[in-house]
């Protein structure tokens, strides 16, 4: 079994993948592939067929292969895919990653919308590859996770490159879990704070969460919820949570540990462990490759990273034909 193959195949079952590579081709080639290129119409034979080498022109660590025989398919190319490496595979500048064979009009349609997506989600992949090095320190546990910073329609992709370069999936969207953030609370204090016209100075923190997550269960979607998270900004409201008295950290499985301090969530982490609760910590805001070391060592679970794709940049790799 190949996990990342199996990974893609379960983010392919929903349809969104073939919906995005089927925009692609319209924006191409015009909606539904009626207008084609007319270039290569113009300018190519049909009986003229070549072979052509998709390099990585730097450094890579590889993703969006999966993609491409697909695309190949959506585009009515005549044209086949050989693949030299795999999704996930670090390779150096200069690698034949794989070689389009077929009618060379059609291969040369289909070009630009290969190499966009390879270079794009490998940027990504390649990027958190090094994040997830950068993590490996001693007494560190973590797992990276990205975040639903990514590009609108590119999500379920984007989130395969980074599995590709080692990191893991957090919520794919707001479907499939909860997470109650600083806003949430922010609303829910508010409108506490004035029930039926009086103003009333007390919160609890506690106790509204226990009431959300119970909410929560009750309109989970039939396939269920992946997790129940709690934002906090302050280790006040961890402690809060942590001393709630149930001994289940008001019924969350995560709390998120919001613009904390290396040094905050090391005491997060102590005091988790103090309370003899076994819900996991996040650490999530101001995380850089440079600091992220600092904040693996705390020991705390996960550490979620939106510059796993908002900030990766697409890397170089061309199609040269084949000699």
Known sequence: ??????????????????????????????????????????????????????????QATLSGL?????????????????????????????TTVAVLSGRTRDVLSVERTVLNLVSRLSGIATITASYVAAAKVPGAKAQILDTRKTTPG????????????????????LFDAVLIKDNHLAGLAGAAAHIDGAVHNTFDLA???????????????????????LEVDSLSQL????GSGDGTSCGVHIILLDNMTPEQIAQAVAMRDAAQQRVMLEASGGITLANLPRYAATGVDRISIGALTHQAVSLDFGLDAAR
């Open 239 to 242: 402690a809060e949570v942590l």
């Open 154 to 173: 590119l999500r379920q992709l984007e989130k395969y490159a980074v599995r590709c370069g080692g990191g893991y999936s957090h919520r794919m969207g």
């Open 1 to 58: 079994m190949n996990p990342l193959s199996d990974y893609y195949a379960s983010l392919h079952s929903a349809g969104l993948i073939s919906r995005l590579l089927e925009l692609a081709r319209d924006e191409d080639l015009g909606t539904g592939g009626q207008g084609g290129d007319v270039t290569g119409k113009a300018f190519l034979p049909g009986y003229i067929r070549g072979r052509f080498s998709i390099v990585a022109r730097t």
């Open 207 to 229: 106790e509204e969460v226990r009431r959300a997550v119970k909410s929560a269960r009750d309109h989970a979607p039939r396939a269920g919820l992946k997790f129940i998270e």
């Open 66 to 94: 999966a993609c491409i025989d697909e695309l190949l398919h959506t585009f009515q190319a005549d044209a086949d895919v050989k693949l030299n490496c795999a999704d996930g595979d670090s390779v150096p500048a200069g």
